[in-house]
């Protein structure tokens, strides 16, 4: 038990306030008229409630009942405390932290925690676990899709120049001065992880304009290479996470529609050239094992049927590019009244700039650049690395992997 005095109430309630992110009795006492009033209180009422605060803190006036509750929900502290001066400190069950927040599905407590003036949003926890974190992990789609749309966060940011470590994440809510941390910004920046996990939920909500927003089929990585510029592959990983593994899950359990986006090919623009580069999912001959490990016959053969045109018409292309080379490589000497070179030279500088990635299945080649109109392309292609009893799918599988294999053996042969 404890009594009541109103002196020690207010030494302990001036250090909250003086420790609080309000500073002093003016920002507090229009913080509090807000969460009386709403943002519409009335301007006169901030000295009033000034001097109130004022008197309470010297101990002349007591804290009034209605004050109570909302002294104790922006100072963070329980009635209990306050009325004690601090002397019989209680848990502050309604205390909102990132935790509670990433769980809440109320937009209004959203807002107030996003706006307060201490930036928790901004900072991770104890745990080193920000809001995002905590959302991604409980599955809370709403709350994070409605960060999205208002602009407080973002997976994929507008300038291509930030796609490297991932593709410019960001916040736009606004950190405090400098001498705080506020470090959310940097921490999505770093974490392209987070991306995989808010495709999954997109997946699992059925929100398939996400999926474009989030470019659920693209790597950063796929900014960064070219036909001329890709050595950055060489001894590279796809990245492999807890949230990769999951994605891929999802989308393998997912219907036709959003297998049919993943297994689409698409075009990426070079950045301050005119060349644009097709790819495929980088994940789909994982996403094809799963299909087939889970025995979805019919969606297996359908996507096998796609993954080996795919691969065909990577094969086709290349072929076109080196009959182009070493024609332009016989006209070449031969417009330059060379003799000395012969057709293994030809096929020799052909193939030259060919390459071959295949822990990561990408493929790259360039013309010799002595050609007329000299291109080239990078592109990637597709495995599997599993089998099945169904004819009709191992068929497949075989015709598939044949086409992958002729790409091993042209580089093989290439090298040698």
């Known amino acids: 038990m404890y009594k009541t005095d109103n002196a020690l109430i207010g030494r302990y309630l001036s250090d909250l306030i003086k420790r609080s992110p309000y500073g002093n009795d003016r920002q507090f006492g229009i913080a509090c008229l807000k969460e009386r009033d709403g943002v519409n209180y009335n301007p006169d009422d901030i000295q009033k409630m000034q001097n109130r605060i004022c008197q309470i803190k010297k101990g002349n006036k007591g804290i009034q009942i209605e004050d109570l509750p909302i002294f104790s929900k922006l100072l963070g502290v329980s009635c209990e405390d306050i009325l004690s001066g601090g002397k019989a400190l ?46 991604l992990e409980a599955g809370n789609f709403k709350l994070l899709k409605h960060l999205m749309d208002q602009g407080y966060i973002w997976f994929v940011g507008k300038d291509k120049n930030d796609y490297y470590l991932g593709f410019g994440a960001g916040t736009s809510v606004k950190r405090r001065k400098i001498g705080y941390t506020d470090v959310l910004d940097v921490m999505l920046k770093e974490q ?9 939920l997109a997946i699992e909500n059925k929100d398939f304009d996400m999926l474009t927003e989030l470019k659920a089929r693209e790597l950063p990585l796929l900014y960064t290479i070219n036909p001329v510029q890709h050595w950055s592959l060489r001894d590279m990983s796809l990245p492999s996470t807890p949230n990769v593994t999951g994605m891929i899950e999802n989308i393998a359990a997912s219907a036709n529609t959003v297998l049919s986006y993943f297994f689409d090919e698409f075009e990426i623009e070079e950045e301050n050239r005119p060349l644009k580069s097709t790819y495929v999912f980088p994940y789909a001959g994982q996403v094809l094992d799963l299909l087939i490990r889970n025995r979805r016959i019919s969606e297996t053969k359908r996507f096998l049927e796609k993954a080996i045109s795919h691969n065909k018409k990577v094969q086709k292309r290349l072929l076109e590019l080196v009959d182009r080379s070493k024609e332009s490589c016989r006209k070449f000497y031969r417009d330059a009244k060379s003799n000395y070179y012969d057709e293994a030279y030809f096929e020799h500088e052909a193939w030259r700039e060919y390459y071959f990635y295949p822990e990561t299945c990408f493929i790259a080649y360039h013309m010799p650049f002595c050609s007329k109109n000299t291109t080239g392309f990078i592109t990637n292609i597709i495995n599997v690395t599993v089998s099945s009893s169904d004819s009709e799918v191992h068929f497949l599988i075989d015709e598939l992997k044949e086409t992958y294999n002729t790409f091993i053996k042209q580089f093989e042969k290439k090298e040698t």
């Open 192 to 200: 392209d992880d987070l991306r995989f996990r808010m495709i999954s």
């Open 90 to 135: 209680a848990p502050f069950l309604n205390r909102k932290t990132n935790y509670s927040i990433a769980f809440s599905k109320d937009p209004k407590e959203w807002e107030e925690y996003i706006n307060r003036e201490d930036k928790p949003f901004l900072n991770p926890d104890e745990f080193g676990k920000t809001v995002i974190d905590y959302a």
